[in-house]
């Protein structure tokens, strides 16, 4: 806390070395694409959407985590808190939403991580799907920022 840094700089510089990592490890698996367009037919574009998603659900799970991870002390149990919100927010807010009918059943796939992740793994990149990904993640970086803000008081 007395270091000459900014909280904001501090869970930036978070996220973005554990996002580098997790790219570095989403870019082992292009190989198997090109395997792919050696042996067989390739949609390079459906192909770039499914990185696309995949790119987005690390950052939304990344944000989640450093969230949880900066809200409580004990690794395990920040762990543990966002292993269970993405689970409801990813299971079981659609099944939830498969039970429903009307305007209860829209609101619960808006909130489903799975919805949104789906239809762009099928190739429908909607602005929809791409702004939920960039807000939520933006909305957990910047509580982030608050709950490290909020020590300085205690």
């Known amino acids: 806390l007395t270091a000459p840094v900014t ?3 501090v869970v ?5 070395g554990a996002g580098a990592f997790y790219l570095i490890m989403l870019a082992a698996t ?3 694409g090109l395997l792919v367009a050696l042996y067989g037919r390739l949609d390079p574009l459906l192909l770039l959407c499914h990185y696309l998603a995949l790119i987005m659900l690390g950052a939304l799970y990344l944000s989640v ?3 949880f991870s900066a809200w409580t002390k004990n690794q395990l149990v920040a762990g ?3 292993m269970v919100f993405l689970l409801l927010f990813s299971v079981l807010a659609q099944l939830v939403a498969d039970s429903l009918e009307g305007w209860l059943k829209a609101v619960f796939q ?4 799975v919805t949104h992740y789906s239809e762009m793994i099928r190739g429908r990149l909607g602005v929809n799907h791409v702004l939920y990904f960039v807000t ?3 909305f957990f ?6 709950v490290l803000e909020s020590r300085r008081w205690r």
């Open 141 to 146: 970086l910047f509580a982030t920022v608050k």
């Open 30 to 32: 292009l190989m198997f």
């Open 136 to 138: 939520t993640t933006a």
């Open 12 to 16: 930036l510089g978070k996220f973005l």
């Open 65 to 67: 985590g450093l969230f």
């Open 110 to 113: 808006h909130l489903s991580i």
């Open 80 to 82: 543990l808190l966002s």
């Open 7 to 9: 909280e904001a700089e």
